[in-house]
């Protein structure tokens, strides 16, 4: 079945540092989702991306849809410790069905 | 901004019975779904509904499980006899334009 990789497991940043999550799919997309959960939240959609090479902006947050269709990044400028919590992307293979990724999970230390 | 509404909060119970977790999705919505995300780990897709059947469902989604949506509002979940690996966040979900998660049901089988 289809896999979803993200990279890395946990990152940990002084605050207004930069951060990248990397998503990365075993096979081409649909499109994808990216979620943002914060500690004992709920996931929150951030963003989706259906088009080849797509790159979204909002405020601090890009998010960039690969070449192929198989992977993605999530980048944080300058972070904030309301950024902490954990970053899932969410990989559609033209269904209903959204495999998650592990996930990544950011600490923003002040 | 709209929002998804789950209940109970918490639900405890002993492995063999029955739970049922509600869920009112937002009104306008047509695509209903259950998520689960055991402590710490990512979050797994159990079902999507729409036009009052299941449209997709995962492996998880054995005999164990139903969804039912009874009136014009409610979205249930029903697990028939719990066993301990169901205990986990149970997250409800409708979707748009953009996908809406509700704040979870803990479900702990004893």
């Known amino acids: 079945g289809q896999q979803v990789m993200q990279i890395p497991q946990y990152q940990h940043v002084q605050e207004g540092e930069d951060f990248t999550t990397y998503c990365n799919s075993s096979?081409?997309?649909?499109?994808i989702q990216w979620y943002k959960q914060r500690p004992g939240g709920h996931p929150v959609f951030l963003i989706q991306?259906?088009?080849?090479?797509e790159v979204k902006k909002q405020k601090r947050l890009t998010f960039q849809f690969g070449e192929a269709k198989k992977n993605s990044s999530l980048h944080i400028t300058a972070t904030q410790t309301t950024d902490v919590g954990t970053y899932f992307c969410?990989?559609?293979?033209?269904?209903?069905?959204?495999?998650f990724g592990p996930g990544t999970r950011l600490s923003v230390l002040p | 901004e709209p929002e998804v509404t789950q209940t109970p909060s918490h639900q405890v119970t002993q492995m063999g019975q029955e739970v049922i977790l509600r869920c009112v999705p937002i009104?306008?919505?047509?695509?209903f779904y259950w998520y689960r995300q055991i402590l710490g780990q990512k979050v797994e897709f159990l079902v999507s509904?729409?036009?009052?059947?299941?449209?997709?469902k995962s492996e998880i989604f054995d005999d164990q499980f139903s969804v039912e949506r009874p009136d014009g509002s409610n979205f249930t979940l029903k697990i028939r006899s719990t066993k301990l690996e169901d205990s986990a966040m149970y997250f409800c979900?409708?979707?748009?334009?953009?996908?809406?998660f509700g704040p979870g049901t803990r479900l702990t089988v004893l």
């Open positions: 979900a409708s979707s748009g334009r953009r996908k809406f």
């Open positions: 096979t081409t997309l649909s499109n």
């Open positions: 991306l259906v088009k080849s090479g």
């Open positions: 969410a990989a559609n293979n033209y269904g209903q069905n959204f495999v």
């Open positions: 009104s306008n919505h047509l695509y």
């Open positions: 509904f729409y036009n009052n059947e299941i449209s997709e």
